[in-house]
């Protein structure tokens, strides 16, 4: 029994460690099957053992029994909530308040993260073991949702002692936000549609509604996970700094949104980050609403205390909102590159996150009907970053009976061929590879920045060209003359001169530019990077098979059935083939003898701080380097991040070179 005991115990470990690589610290060891075949063991053991089970197994995740009502937690600190504030000036102000109130020159500094839009929750580790999670309720009694936290996987069920860490408090109550990612939650929208429920309006509801589960067993479907903030009571507290309670927090093995906590001296500097923030906001696999600033020094904290409701010593800097009401005038459809018809609400303009917005997509005609949005309508647009303003709902309490269904029509609206759809697909399509709207489309995206990057090319000229028959396709741009161009509208000799020489300029490309600029479906610029990267030539890319573009990292099925069937059209290689005979030409991207990227493998541990791991990776292609998963013999690079993997051992060990992030950053500088 004492060996079966010990056994089931080291698989916990085991398991719990790949948890915790694979979750938190997003570098798996070990391969699923690997980790499947570990749980399934214990699994098996337990079952065997039932006695032997205990709550903090990492078999007791997948959701217990369903429970008739919530009990009540009384927390043992208040959760408080945040004072707000919406512009720069708030910040000063908030500096000027804390510093008035403290009454001497205490050097305050500041830590600003991001404000993380999901659910507050408190977890109570006593003696290291998770006993209670709670919601924040009132912010005094909370309801106890334990076994629904259980079945997050980055909520550590115990934690770890790390050995040069600061000791687990025999109490602490951690506090943090539970969130579903924006994918995550598209993706559970996209299958309640289908079972004819009705969608969550937002990530955060998705993840309220999701926590709130009398089933642990519907809570444990969801992609839920959660980042830690801060802490209630916690016992014998050696911390100086929310900093170094931070990185302790962490090391215990709870998720900690480190890479983005940034310690600010002075109020501008505070402000230069809340705004970078706001910056990259949409970049975010998750919904983040503002910054938190909070004063770094615990003593300081502890004297200014709270008021009412919050603390004195934090603010929310609320982000300006990204979605608004406003009305939709008409809607009408649009052809994009690939005979694509997309139906396009044409809206009072309004202003969203200090953009105006005149126009949203509505998708397509399942879209408008699942939305049920009408000409008319009021409604509530919703705009991230760079992406299209898209219509989020309509509110139909504002309805008056005027409104006017919109159908998408059953021929293309512009060269009136009989649109088709494909099983399976939603999308309705212009078949006609000449319709104008289609043509016009692939050459602005042929002319593009990222692909062929044909300046002063403007959607104006573009349309003459086409309705004057001068282009066609792509390559009858390299065959026009300036005799052509200045018998157009609106163009000066000048511009015509410089139109040319654009087109002339264009010729010396990269092999990426150029696929990408082909408009190949789903490939977009970063996938044509890999593929230029693989195929070092194009006939090589033409006669490439599924398979061998599904063994290409970061190559999925749908792209590689794109390419193969782009390249199997006739017409399409005579098209490429023609762009080539007039004239274009690839530079290399690698730099022989120069670069020291070039022709080097590297890899990866640990997160890095001022890029994202596949934007390292781009960067790592984009100069002729190659990236693997695992340490090697052949591995000459390990770069590592934020706490590292158990790669940086292996890499010491067969004395492969480190490069920290600064080092690694200076290195792709130099070239
Ligand atoms: S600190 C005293 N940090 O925002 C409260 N809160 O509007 C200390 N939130 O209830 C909270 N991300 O649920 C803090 N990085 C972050 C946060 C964060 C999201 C939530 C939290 C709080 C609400 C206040």
């Given at each position: 029994?004492?060996?079966?005991?010990?056994?089931?115990?080291?698989?916990?470990?085991?398991?719990?460690?790949?948890?915790?690589?694979?979750?938190?610290?997003?570098?798996?060891?070990?391969?699923?099957?690997?980790?499947?075949?570990?749980?399934?063991?214990?699994?098996?053991?337990?079952?065997?053992?039932?006695?032997?089970?205990?709550?903090?197994?990492?078999?007791?995740?997948?959701?217990?029994?369903?429970?008739?009502?919530?009990?009540?937690?009384?927390?043992?600190?208040?959760?408080?909530?945040?004072?707000?504030?919406?512009?720069?000036?708030?910040?000063?102000?908030?500096?000027?308040?804390?510093?008035?109130?403290?009454?001497?020159?205490?050097?305050?500094?500041?830590?600003?993260?991001?404000?993380?839009?999901?659910?507050?929750?408190?977890?109570?580790?006593?003696?290291?073991?998770?006993?209670?999670?709670?919601?924040?309720?009132?912010?005094?009694?909370?309801?106890?949702?334990?076994?629904?936290?259980?079945t997050i996987l980055t909520v550590p069920l115990t934690l770890t002692q790390p050995k040069d860490g600061r000791p687990i408090p025999d109490l602490v109550e951690v506090r943090g936000e539970v969130y579903m990612e924006k994918e995550a939650f598209e993706g559970l929208n996209r299958t309640r549609l289908e079972r004819n429920l009705p969608p969550f309006a937002n990530p955060r509801n998705a993840a309220a509604g999701s926590l709130r589960q009398l089933d642990p067993r519907i809570t444990a479907k969801r992609p839920l996970n959660m980042f830690c903030y801060g802490v209630g009571e916690i016992s014998g507290s050696p911390f100086d700094t929310h900093r170094e309670l931070m990185v302790s927090i962490q090391q215990w093995g709870l998720r900690v949104n480190r890479p983005y906590i940034r310690v600010c001296g002075t109020p501008s500097e505070v402000i230069d980050y809340c705004h970078y923030l706001e910056e990259i906001r949409s970049q975010f696999p998750y919904e983040i609403d503002g910054a938190v600033i909070k004063v770094n020094q615990l003593n300081l904290q502890a004297r200014l205390g709270q008021k009412s409701r919050s603390p004195r010593w934090a603010l929310a800097y609320k982000f300006r909102p990204t979605q608004e009401t406003t009305k939709v005038i008409k809607i009408d459809v649009q052809v994009g590159r690939t005979g694509?018809?997309?139906?396009?609400?044409?809206?009072?303009?309004?202003?969203?996150?200090?953009?105006?917005?005149?126009?949203?997509?509505?998708?397509?005609?399942?879209?408008i009907e699942k939305k049920d949005v009408r000409e008319l309508d009021t409604v509530l647009v919703q705009r991230a970053g760079d992406v299209i303003p898209e219509v989020v709902q309509v509110i139909r309490s504002k309805r008056t009976g005027a409104e006017r269904k919109f159908v998408v029509p059953t021929q293309c609206p512009v060269c009136g061929a009989?649109?088709?759809?494909?099983?399976?697909?939603?999308?309705?399509?212009?078949?006609?590879?000449?319709?104008?709207?289609?043509?016009?489309?692939?050459?602005?995206?042929?002319?593009?920045?990222?692909?062929?990057?044909?300046?002063?090319?403007?959607?104006?000229?573009?349309?003459?060209?086409?309705?004057?028959?001068?282009?066609?396709?792509?390559?009858?741009?390299?065959?026009?003359?300036?005799?052509?161009?200045?018998?157009?509208?609106?163009?000066?000799?000048?511009?015509?001169?410089?139109?040319?020489?654009?087109?002339?300029?264009?010729?010396?490309?990269?092999?990426?530019?150029?696929?990408?600029?082909?408009g190949i479906r789903h490939v977009g610029e970063h996938v044509a990077v890999i593929l230029a990267d693989h195929f070092e030539d194009l006939e090589h890319l033409e006669e490439a098979t599924e398979e061998e573009l599904l063994a290409i990292d970061g190559i999925g099925p749908q792209i590689a059935e794109s390419i193969v069937s782009y390249f199997s059209d006739r017409s399409n290689r005579e098209h490429s083939g023609r762009l080539l005979r007039e004239g274009i030409l690839f530079e290399t991207?690698?730099?022989?003898?120069?670069?020291?990227?070039?022709?080097?493998?590297?890899?990866?541990?640990?997160?890095?701080?001022?890029?994202?791991?596949?934007?390292?990776?781009?960067?790592?292609?984009?100069?002729?380097?190659?990236?693997?998963?695992?340490?090697?013999?052949?591995?000459?690079?390990?770069?590592?991040?934020?706490?590292?993997?158990?790669?940086?051992?292996k890499a010491a060990d067969m004395d492969v070179t480190i490069l920290k992030e600064d080092e690694f950053l200076r290195l792709l500088g130099e070239e």
């Open positions: 029994m004492e060996k079966i005991k010990e056994e089931i115990q080291g698989l916990r470990e085991r398991i719990r460690y790949h948890n915790h690589c694979y979750y938190v610290l997003d570098d798996p060891e070990i391969s699923d099957a690997e980790y499947d075949s570990l749980f399934q063991l214990l699994t098996e053991l337990e079952r065997h053992h039932p006695e032997l089970v205990t709550p903090d197994s990492p078999t007791q995740r997948v959701g217990a029994e369903p429970q008739e009502a919530f009990s009540e937690v009384r927390h043992r600190l208040p959760m408080l909530s945040l004072g707000n504030g919406f512009r720069d000036q708030d910040i000063w102000d908030f500096d000027a308040r804390l510093k008035r109130f403290l009454g001497d020159d205490s050097p305050v500094e500041y830590t600003v993260e991001p404000k993380i839009d999901g659910i507050a929750l408190e977890l109570v580790y006593e003696k290291a073991r998770l006993t209670v999670g709670s919601t924040r309720g009132d912010g005094y009694v909370g309801e106890d949702i334990t076994q629904n936290i259980k694509a018809l997309t139906p396009v609400a044409h809206l009072e303009p309004v202003e969203i996150g200090g953009v105006i917005v005149r126009r949203a997509t509505l998708h397509n005609q399942d879209e009989g649109v088709e759809k494909k099983e399976g697909e939603v999308v309705m399509r212009c078949p006609n590879p000449n319709c104008p709207a289609q043509v016009k489309q692939s050459l602005k995206h042929f002319v593009s920045k990222g692909a062929m990057d044909i300046d002063g090319l403007g959607d104006k000229l573009i349309e003459q060209l086409i309705e004057r028959g001068l282009v066609r396709e792509p390559a009858d741009l390299y065959e026009l003359r300036f005799d052509d161009l200045i018998k157009l509208d609106k163009i000066a000799d000048k511009s015509a001169g410089n139109l040319i020489e654009a087109i002339e300029n264009s010729k010396k490309t990269t092999l990426a530019k150029f696929v990408y600029a082909l991207v690698t730099h022989p003898g120069g670069g020291v990227v070039a022709g080097k493998t590297f890899v990866m541990t640990g997160s890095l701080s001022s890029l994202k791991r596949s934007e390292a990776k781009e960067q790592i292609l984009r100069r002729g380097g190659r990236v693997s998963s695992s340490v090697s013999s052949s591995t000459d690079f390990l770069v590592v991040g934020e706490s590292p993997g158990s790669k940086l051992q």
